[in-house]
């Protein structure tokens, strides 16, 4: 990687109107900055996948990405969202965010966790579930949720290749058409508005795959949390361990902190 830092900006703000009218109108800074950290290797070596490139298709299609960090605004969820939490593996992060929205179901369709670059999905043209290394042992998700984690999106259809590395390449143009399909082009109204919330790298796969597959991404969102696993890797000052009960309270209390969930008006009240 050449640049430490990429910087991609575009001048002035965007006005983001949900299709289910937004009690005020917010306004969100276009400037939005990447550090390489947040970009996928395999992604950037290839000019047409590469995050400027991308990243600029994608806002000339009329897609949304916002970033939530530091002083960043609440983003507003709105009733009759579609939403899709996503993280590499689809175990930790994903997992708690699909948590934080469960209670709001009767106002949103939630999907199941997307395992992004470690999933069934070859966004890179190659296999990738292997990748993740990661075991459940000792997960305490269940003491904090009260619930098991959610099944991954598409796990039920390509489970037969968890026991396997490798795919051959038909197997691979069936998995890219049903992620084309079922996850990044649904066929839905499209006044529905589709909100992808996701952690560092997962941007850059979802702005490319997003933009291959829609003509217009009028109303799709792309929310950032420029987060690694920090349910894997609890934060020092939290003082705890990997998996734990508190690892799932401190994320959940960071990732709420940046969503506003006023307009779904539901009188549940997520974990804590």
């Not at 969202?81 to 965010?97: E, Y």
């Not at 190659?126 to 099944?151: P, V």
Request: with cysteine; net charge negative; aromatic share 12%.
């Amino acid at each position: 990687m050449k640049m430490t830092l990429i910087y991609v900006c575009f001048c002035g703000f965007i006005m983001l109107q949900s299709p289910h009218a937004l009690t005020t109108e917010t306004k969100y800074k276009t400037d939005i900055v990447i550090t390489s950290h947040e970009v996928d290797d395999e992604l950037e070596q290839i000019e047409q996948s590469s995050l400027k490139i991308v990243l600029a298709e994608f806002i000339a299609k009329g897609g949304t990405i916002v970033r939530l960090d530091k002083d960043a605004t609440p983003y507003p969820l709105a009733f009759g969202d579609m939403i899709f939490p996503a993280c590499s593996g689809g175990v930790n992060r994903s997992q708690t965010l699909w948590n934080i929205l469960r209670p709001y179901t009767d106002n949103i369709t939630l999907m199941p966790p997307h395992a992004t670059r470690f999933g069934f999905d070859p966004y890179n043209g190659r296999s990738n579930w292997h990748g993740s290394g990661y075991t459940q042992n000792n997960d305490e998700f269940i003491l904090w949720a009260g619930i098991s984690k959610s099944q991954k999106f598409g796990w039920d259809v390509f489970e037969e290749f968890l026991s396997k590395e490798e795919a051959t390449s038909e197997d691979l143009v069936r998995m890219m058409d049903y992620y084309n399909v079922q996850y990044y082009n649904p066929d839905i109204s499209p006044e529905i508005r589709r909100v992808y919330i996701t952690f560092t790298k997962n941007a850059h796969v979802h702005l490319y795959r997003l933009s291959q597959t829609n003509t217009s991404l009028k109303n799709v969102v792309i929310l950032l949390f420029p987060l690694d696993d920090l349910i894997r890797s609890p934060l020092p000052e939290w003082n705890t361990y990997p998996r734990s009960f508190k690892s799932y309270v401190e994320l959940a209390n960071i990732l709420k902190s940046y969503l506003d969930f006023s307009q779904l008006a539901t009188t549940v009240v997520p974990s804590s």
